[in-house]
């Protein structure tokens, strides 16, 4: 008998965590707005103290709303079990929590998430941990960094300002033969382009406050985990730093959830269309988008992904400062904001990139752009009438 074929992306996100037959037939799970849970008796007051978060017991271990969300994305990303966390860097630091100690090396990517570089210099290395940063594009050549206490492998892939890609199988087979965790930040692939867990990553991690919720309107975190060894070290984790998320925000993530596939459908047509008019443009050095040919982490990302999300880079010419701020400043729909993977276009001039220690950035000033889900030739204008003003100030 040959086996069932799975569901896709687009069926999974609208079935996943999907039980109207437990909420009276509605649709969606209630939102519960809890703390306490009340009990009938002392016998299911204390419950079963041996699986703490089994049922309802009280509203941080997790009510229907957040196991539904929960439910769905784990389904999604091929994971045993999900949790969630008050935000996407709640979750990072969270999950390093939950499985590092004094003593323990951690190794993690130069190309990072600024905040959580500044939670592993600036918290875990004062609690004891060992904290190398390794080159983004070092693939198997992390062997060499390998020690007998290192425990755990951050990876982002790619990174949110440089775009480099890593060679996430390389890195994962030889830390499994180590037995050294893996985790990723999955937030710019999301479970539909980019699956870790077939790719020999442990745990998954998203801003969920990004393409998950999808409207700019939540902050939300969630991690998945490969197995149950993995989904009890981070569930306790969660539940001993009191990680929990207001149930209005949970909402929004799934709702997000239910319609991620074919927004980022959108999302990557319209990025892939303003990459390839910026990359033909005089003032443009390079576009950062791993879905380009000439991108150096094109051959990796076509192995791996299936497909791009909105967010990419820019690198252009040398402009003055006053000239960038002149483009950035006037534009009419894409705004400026520390986000991305909500409805509207942003772009954030590069101006602080954030610290790097083994790969340094090219010279020249970046822009980010986030590709909303505006009309293409709306935003291919709001560029032009952008490079006028950056000619004008030169
Ligand atoms: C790659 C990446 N990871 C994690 C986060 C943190 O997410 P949040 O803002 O929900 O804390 C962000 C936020 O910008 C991000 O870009």
């Not at 204390?46 to 309802?56: I, T």
């Not at 730093?241 to 459908?265: E, K, N, S």
């Not at 791993?290 to 192995?303: C, E, I, N, T, Y």
Request: charged share 20%; net charge negative.
């Amino acid at each position: 008998m040959t086996a069932p074929k799975p569901p896709g992306a687009a069926t999974l996100a609208a079935h996943a965590g999907y039980d109207p037959a437990s909420h009276q037939g509605t649709v969606n799970p209630p939102v519960y707005h809890t703390s306490t849970v009340i009990f009938p008796t002392v016998e299911a007051l204390h419950g079963d103290d041996a699986n703490p978060f089994g049922g309802m017991r009280y509203g941080r271990t997790g009510t229907p709303t957040t196991k539904a969300f929960e439910g769905a994305v784990a389904a999604l990303e091929g994971a045993y079990g999900a949790v969630v966390a008050s935000s996407g860097l709640g979750a990072c630091c969270t999950a390093l929590l939950a499985w590092l100690k004094a003593g323990d090396h951690l190794l993690i990517s130069d190309a990072v998430y600024a905040p959580t570089r500044n939670f592993v210099t600036r918290i875990l290395a004062n609690l004891g941990v060992t904290v190398e940063f390794y080159d983004p594009l070092i693939g198997a050549g992390i062997r060499t960094l390998f020690r007998p206490e290192t425990k755990l492998v951050y990876l982002e892939s790619p990174s949110s300002w440089s775009f480099e890609i890593q060679d996430v199988p390389a890195i994962t087979a030889l830390c499994r033969a180590r037995k050294i965790t893996t985790m990723i930040d999955n937030s710019w692939a999301t479970p539909v382009f980019f699956k870790p867990m077939s790719h020999g990553v442990d745990v998954s991690i998203h801003a969920a406050t990004k393409y998950i919720a999808g409207h700019s309107d939540a902050m939300l975190g969630v991690t998945a985990a490969s197995d149950k060894t993995n989904y009890d070290t981070l569930k306790t984790g969660h539940y001993l730093t009191g990680q929990a998320a207001g149930a209005d925000d949970v909402f929004y993530g799934l709702r997000g959830f239910r319609t991620l596939p074919i927004r980022l459908a959108r999302h990557e047509a319209t990025a892939l269309a303003l990459a390839d008019f910026l990359a033909g443009r005089d003032e443009v050095q390079r576009v950062l988008h791993p879905a380009l040919p000439g991108d150096p982490g094109h051959v990796l990302w076509k192995r791996d992904f299936t497909g791009s999300s909105g967010l990419f880079g820019v690198l252009l010419k040398p402009y003055s400062a006053r000239a960038v701020t002149a483009m950035v400043e006037g534009m009419a729909l894409f705004k400026m904001g520390w986000s991305w993977g909500g409805f509207e276009s942003l772009i954030v001039p590069g101006f602080h990139l954030p610290a790097r220690g083994v790969r340094g950035w090219e010279p020249g000033i970046l822009l980010r752009l986030h590709a909303g889900l505006e009309d293409f030739d709306d935003l291919k204008d709001d560029l032009i009438a952008g490079f006028a003003r950056l000619a004008a100030e030169a």
